[in-house]
């Protein structure tokens, strides 16, 4: 089946920076809209960021907007999120996944979900 690797994630202050990357395999990568989600300890799974297949857009939350940048290498099957000016909030365990449009939080059942890479941010 088809599979996602996240990595990257880590332990950084208040105010730092992180570089995610998703590695995708066993699918044609380039067709779908890819998403990042995170996870905080208690909380539900919620959606942050996604971009289009051509990565011409990209959406955001709110919480995240100005402060993270969604980016994709079709010719690698890689996205990234590149996070700057990381809060306390924003800890998480982090994942990408194919989504089915770029407003949407539909995640299309094409990839198995991955481990995540934890971003953990001090204050």
């Known amino acids: 089946q088809a599979q996602l690797v996240e990595s990257g994630g880590g332990l950084v202050q208040a105010g730092g920076s992180l570089r995610l990357s998703c590695a995708a395999s066993?699918?044609?990568?380039?067709?779908?809209?890819m998403a990042w989600f995170r996870q905080a300890p208690g909380k539900e799974r919620e959606f942050v960021a996604s971009?289009?297949?051509?990565?011409?857009?990209?959406n955001y939350i709110d919480a995240v907007k100005g402060r993270f940048t969604i980016s994709r290498d079709n010719a690698k099957d890689t996205v990234y999120l590149q996070m700057n000016s990381l809060k306390p909030e924003d800890t998480a365990v982090y994942y990408c996944?194919?989504?089915?449009?770029?407003?949407?939080?539909?995640?299309?059942?094409?990839?198995?979900w991955g481990q995540g890479t934890q971003v953990t941010v001090s204050s």
């Open positions: 971009i289009s297949w051509s990565g011409a857009h990209t």
């Open positions: 996944n194919a989504v089915r449009s770029l407003d949407s939080i539909d995640v299309l059942d094409f990839y198995s």
């Open positions: 066993g699918r044609r990568f380039s067709i779908y809209v």
